[in-house]
């Protein structure tokens, strides 16, 4: 097996690299001062230390480094993991700063698959020109989503016209003004075949009846940093019949579609944030002393240290397997890895921050020290794009009929 990345993944590897030195992790500390002196702390993209960094990227080629195809960079998953993982070590700048920042990245994917001319050229474009920002509205408080066939805003055709009612919420970056058009889930048809009842359609943010509620706030964080997480309300919401994506009754489809490859880009993201912890701890355990000896000397912190080094590679080589897969056999061929890296990642990741977070004691819980945001944010992993309980039923059962096939195969 050859595990050597392509001339292309090392030439980009090495400028993202210098990137990230000479630019991004000077820029974090920056970019959290300029947000408090925002006149509107939820838009981050105008940070003006963002916009240089956008500026750069763009000179170096690192822009629009997810989107395969035509309208984008033109990489395949092997080639962009890897990336991912580079940008995933500044969570709230380097993947904005490329223009790789979800939830706009499964939002172009949407519009670049799925998506007619006329919408491409309204809503694709400015996406990819970082002009705009977009949400994607399909999560909702009234019902659980982690089954998605429960979804109940309804939208009703009336003419040439669709009209939209619901109540959605963790709607991320819904609460930056400059998020001008959401993607919002719901049903057309209550009385099809369950996977056939939703549809997407593409609701502008000024349409009359779509109100922001509030931010919600993840274990105390308002994620300011990403636009925040909204809760929307959908009263009586027109909007022509032109802003179907897809046809009636494919909402399912795309949103399976959709979280693909947004699964490759969380766990290798979740993977640099990993590498960075585990950076950390090594310096606070090389640092501090405690009862005489340094930290690093003490038998626990370097099993800790040795089992998050395992477990990153361990991760990793899964990881990328899964995008070798999605790129050779499909999607639906790597299904059962792309559910095994959602379930294994942010689980593992969770405990190497938790380690990290202790070695650094009291500062490991502080706004010093990157550590207990990235926890925050790598919890919810946990329940983004499905909650692990889901993934590992699906997993489960399919498991058991491969290997009843096998058995019936073998006449056992």
Same mark, same amino acid.
């Given at each position: 097996m050859d595990f050597a990345f392509d001339a292309r993944t090392n030439e980009l590897r090495e400028s993202l690299l210098e990137f990230m030195d000479n630019y991004v992790y000077p820029a974090e500390p920056v970019f959290e001062e300029q947000?408090?002196?925002?006149?509107?702390?939820?838009?981050?993209?105008?940070?003006?230390?963002?916009?240089?960094?956008?500026?750069?990227?763009?000179?170096?080629?690192?822009?629009?480094?997810?989107?395969?195809?035509?309208?984008?960079?033109?990489?395949?998953?092997?080639?962009?993991?890897?990336?991912?993982e580079i940008t995933g070590r500044s969570i709230h700048l380097a993947p904005p700063a490329l223009n790789c920042a979800a939830p706009d990245t499964g939002n172009m994917e949407v519009l670049s698959l799925f998506g007619t001319e006329a919408q491409r050229k309204e809503w694709l474009e400015p996406l990819l020109e970082g002009e705009i920002r977009s949400s994607f509205a399909m999560t909702e408080p009234d019902v659980a989503s982690s089954d998605a066939t429960n979804i109940?805003?309804?939208? *009703?055709? #009336? !003419?040439?016209?669709y009209v939209i009612n619901g109540r959605k919420w963790w709607i991320t970056g819904a609460m930056n003004p400059n998020a001008r058009i959401f993607i919002v889930m719901g049903k057309t048809d209550p009385s099809a075949d369950r996977h056939r009842q939703q549809s997407m359609v593409l609701v502008p943010r000024d349409t009359p009846g779509v109100e922001v509620k509030r931010a919600m706030h993840v274990l105390g964080y308002d994620d300011h940093e990403h636009?925040?997480?909204?809760e929307l309300?959908?009263?009586?919401?027109?909007?022509?019949?032109?802003?179907?994506?897809?046809? *009636?009754? #494919? !909402?399912?489809?795309?949103?399976?579609?959709r979280l693909g490859p947004g699964r490759i880009h969380h766990c290798m993201r979740a993977i640099g944030a990993a590498e960075r912890a585990l950076e950390l701890m090594c310096a606070r355990a090389d640092e501090r002393v405690a009862f005489g000896k340094p930290l690093a000397d003490q038998g626990v912190i370097r099993e800790w240290i040795a089992e998050a080094r395992v477990r990153i590679e361990q991760l990793r080589l899964l990881v990328l397997k899964?995008?070798?897969?999605?790129?050779?056999?499909?999607?639906?061929?790597?299904h059962t890895e792309i559910q095994a890296i959602k379930i294994a990642t942010p689980a593992t990741v969770e405990w190497i921050l938790d380690k990290a977070i202790q070695v650094h004691g009291g500062g490991g819980l502080s706004q010093d020290f990157p550590l207990a945001y990235a926890y925050a944010h790598n919890r919810t992993l946990r329940f983004a794009d499905g909650p692990d309980e889901v993934h590992k039923n699906s997993l489960g059962r399919a498991e058991l009929r491969r290997?009843?096939?096998a058995r019936e195969e073998r006449g056992g």
């Open positions: 947000l408090e002196q925002l006149p509107n702390r939820w838009a981050w993209d105008s940070a003006p230390v963002l916009q240089e960094l956008r500026a750069e990227a763009r000179r170096r080629g690192l822009w629009n480094l997810f989107l395969p195809g035509e309208h984008g960079a033109g990489l395949t998953n092997l080639q962009y993991a890897p990336l991912a109940s805003t309804r939208i *009703e055709r #009336d !003419g040439d016209e636009g925040g997480h909204a309300t959908f009263t009586d919401v027109r909007v022509p019949v032109s802003n179907l994506i897809g046809q *009636e009754g #494919d !909402g399912f489809a795309i949103a399976q579609a899964t995008a070798w897969l999605m790129d050779t056999v499909g999607n639906k061929g790597a290997q009843r096939r």
